[in-house]
């Protein structure tokens, strides 16, 4: 088992088994709500190539079985804050989650935050088998994703609004 940085240009039994693992990444993690398929996840490589995403890949000696991967890419919060190592996405195959290859993962993400001297920030979802990983890092909750149901926001600004209007009617008599 090794971690290698993904080529971009690669078209080969790599580039492939990776596009179904994200697809596995977004099956497990949104479950019903996805809609793509690897048609665009292809396209979602071609833009993270655009975009200088950095992905490394954990694969067998002969590069022919891919492990998992780490999806990154460096923030600075449009150059308000000092550059941040960002793991936006990472996947290990269910069956390998309890061999060393998410360590080799993490261990690759922090020497090349070491290196470049920066702290880090990880996406996770609370579904997310990687929570667990997070935590066994040393990772420090900083912030939380909400999901919306914008159906549900409208009732509720309708009902704040009514009783907002009522108090205001109230103050008037």
């Known amino acids: 088992m090794k971690v290698i940085n993904f080529d971009y240009g ?42 200088n995403r950095v992905i490394f890949l954990v694969v067998n000696e002969d590069e022919t079985f891919l492990y998992g991967f780490a999806i990154l890419f460096v923030n600075t919060q449009y150059d308000m804050l000092a550059p941040t190592l960002c793991i936006e996405y990472m996947y290990i195959e269910p069956e390998f989650r309890s061999t060393k290859a998410i360590t080799m993962l993490y261990n ?35 912030g939380y994703i909400t999901h919306f149901d914008y159906t549900l926001v409208k009732e509720k600004t309708e009902k704040v609004k009514n009783y907002l209007q009522r108090k205001k009617n109230e103050v008037k008599k």
């Open 10 to 51: 690669y078209f080969t039994l790599l580039r492939r088994m990776l596009v179904k693992q994200i697809y596995n990444y977004f099956k497990e993690v949104n479950g019903k709500d996805l809609v793509g398929d690897t048609t665009t996840i292809e396209r979602m490589l071609d833009s993270m190539q655009k975009e």
């Open 108 to 142: 690759t993400v922090a020497d090349t935050g070491v290196i470049n001297n920066m702290n880090g920030i990880g996406y996770t979802y609370a579904n997310s088998a990687n929570v667990k990983n997070s935590k066994r890092y040393k990772g420090e909750i900083i």
